[in-house]
């Protein structure tokens, strides 16, 4: 199964997340938007840490994932871990839906 969501970030950017779902767990998450992270090597920690992750996990489940996984030297502007979340939790129920 595979989705789609986006999330516009309150007073932010939009945050996108196209996932793969197999077996119950995410397969493959791309993470992508109009988001800016420094260093860009951020964006593969993210998605490394949210492929594997059960696709029943509620965005609480899924930011505190995401926020684990970054280095505190980790710059997120217009973005942010609960952001991710909610944009990869829409993907969730787009892919669960179809």
Do not use: C
């Not at 309150?10 to 993470?31: E, M, T, Y």
């Not at 899924?62 to 952001?83: E, K, N």
């Amino acid at each position: 199964m595979h989705g789609h969501g986006e999330y516009k970030m309150p007073g932010g950017k939009l945050v996108v997340a196209d996932v793969a779902i197999d077996r119950g767990r995410l397969a493959q998450v791309a993470v992508s938007g109009d988001f800016f992270l420094e260093p860009d090597e951020a964006l593969d920690a993210i998605n490394a840490a949210l492929a594997g992750q059960s696709a029943d996990a509620d965005a609480d489940v899924l930011a505190a994932v995401v926020q684990a996984a970054l280095p505190v030297q980790v710059r997120m502007y217009g973005i942010s871990a609960d952001a991710v979340a909610v944009a990869v939790r829409r993907a969730i129920d787009a892919a669960e839906a179809a």
